[in-house]
């Protein structure tokens, strides 16, 4: 199955097809590096059509590496905001400070100097590598994954292993043009070799795909446990329509971002509430969600009241935002 025109049809098909993305803007060999950490670290558990408006206000905001070590976190969370899984833009300011003082403000060339950066592991690294420093490295995110499923027509447990799909990864041989071939890659990944109803007949190694020519395209996942919670959330609004919020020191999730205060309850009692209830998707956690309006603040106050009519002056993240519209 492995042919030495696999590089040479997708990287054919890249440069005829490939997306206008800012981070792929031709800058100096120090600003593609700057791109790249920002980018990979806002495309961790996000996806590109999302990250682009983000990326592009972030840079116009903080330009560089020196910039993001060294901003106030009230402007970098508000460059982030929206974005959610807010440890990122934390991970991201503490690996610049790393650079800064560690590194001599150079991005690390190597694995585990990569690795040693807050917020940055295997995939993160790889990628880094490859785009960054051209090295013959192939990232597996979820896009390459896809086609080497379909590719070698993979449906067992043990084929879809995180371990077999990189022994896998040698189907696609190696380039010169290692930043190119790793982005081409995933590109295909993620605009022909879709999760469903995938673009074949535009694909440059359709013809190498057992997938294909069974014509059975469906991909098998190995299955992720999430985590059903309940919680309730007291909203506590004051004569002027002010809404109190806290900083979250309280859960795992959205460290230190405004919240409403919450209390998480047994399923019983989230069963028993009569007022209104929502649902969010969090990492890997499903949060039922139980509104409770409060006539009295609470007795101890350690947050903050916030005006909703000038939402401009506050960085929020989306989960309060979401109980907001629930509450309006």
């Known amino acids: 199955m492995t042919s030495q025109n696999i590089p040479n049809k997708i990287l054919n098909w890249y440069d005829n097809n490939k997306r206008d993305l800012p981070w792929r803007k031709k800058v100096s060999r120090t600003q593609k590096e700057y791109f790249t950490l920002v980018s990979e670290f806002m495309l961790q558990q996000t996806q590109v059509k999302t990250v682009i408006p983000y990326f592009e206000n972030f840079i116009s905001k903080i330009p560089d590496l020196k910039s993001l070590s060294r901003v106030r976190d009230a402007k970098l969370m508000k460059c982030w905001e929206g974005l959610g899984y807010y440890s990122r833009a934390r991970n991201l300011k503490k690996s610049a400070k790393q650079i800064i003082n560690e590194f001599k403000g150079q991005l690390p060339k190597n694995e585990d100097d990569l690795k040693s950066l807050p917020g940055i592991g295997d995939y993160t690294s790889n990628a880094i590598m490859a785009?960054?420093?051209?090295?013959k490295i192939i990232p597996l995110d979820g896009n390459v994954e896809r086609i080497l499923k379909r590719v070698f027509y993979l449906k067992k447990e043990k084929e879809i292993s995180k371990e077999n799909l990189h022994q896998k990864k040698t189907?696609?041989?190696?380039?010169t043009r290692a930043s190119d071939y790793a982005q081409a890659i995933m590109?295909?990944?993620a605009l022909i070799c879709k999760p469903s109803n995938p673009l074949c007949y535009q694909c440059p190694i359709s013809q190498n795909c057992k997938s294909f020519k069974k014509n059975d395209f469906t991909i098998v996942k190995i299955n992720k446990f999430n985590k059903q919670k309940f919680f309730e959330a007291n909203i506590f609004q004051n004569k002027q329509n002010n809404y109190y919020l806290l900083k979250n020191r309280k859960f795992n999730f959205l460290k230190d971002m405004p919240i409403f205060p919450m209390n998480e309850i047994p399923k019983i009692k989230f069963k028993k509430h009569l007022g209104?209830?929502?649902n969010i998707k969090m990492s890997n956690m499903d949060m039922r969600i139980a509104i409770k309006m409060k006539n009295n603040l609470p007795d101890k106050r350690d947050g903050f009241f916030v005006n909703f009519k000038d939402l401009s002056?506050?960085?929020?993240?989306?989960?309060?935002?979401?109980?907001?519209n629930t509450i309006k």
């Open 131 to 135: 785009i960054a420093f051209n090295k």
């Open 171 to 175: 189907f696609f041989g190696e380039t």
């Open 187 to 189: 590109e295909i990944g």
């Open 276 to 278: 209104k209830r929502i």
């Open 313 to 324: 002056n506050w960085t929020l993240p989306s989960f309060t935002k979401k109980i907001l």
